[in-house]
């Protein structure tokens, strides 16, 4: 399941650019949980929770349902 999350992941990073940030993975844990890291300007953006709850984790949870998105520093 790492990879195809790395494949969304790869999907969504796009529009993360035109802003001039980035998501980095770090890891999917054993209770499904995805880490990510916010780079760039998405990483110190006071919505970056919003990005990461409202953006990332609705489009993995279209592919995962079961899994759950928290960004990491």
């Known amino acids: 399941m790492e990879a195809n999350v790395m494949a969304v992941l ?3 990073r ?3 650019q035109q ?3 980035d998501v ?3 890891e999917l844990t054993a209770d499904n949980v995805v880490k990510v890291r916010l780079q760039g300007h ?3 953006c006071p919505y970056s ?3 990461v709850k ?3 984790e609705r489009i993995l949870k279209e592919h995962y ?3 759950s998105v928290e960004s990491v520093n």
Do not use: R, S, W, Y
């Open 10 to 12: 790869e999907d969504i």
């Open 14 to 16: 796009p529009m993360l």
């Open 19 to 21: 802003d001039g940030g």
């Open 24 to 26: 980095e993975f770090v």
């Open 42 to 44: 998405c990483a110190g």
């Open 49 to 51: 929770q919003m990005t």
């Open 54 to 56: 409202n953006g990332i």
């Open 65 to 67: 349902p079961e899994i």
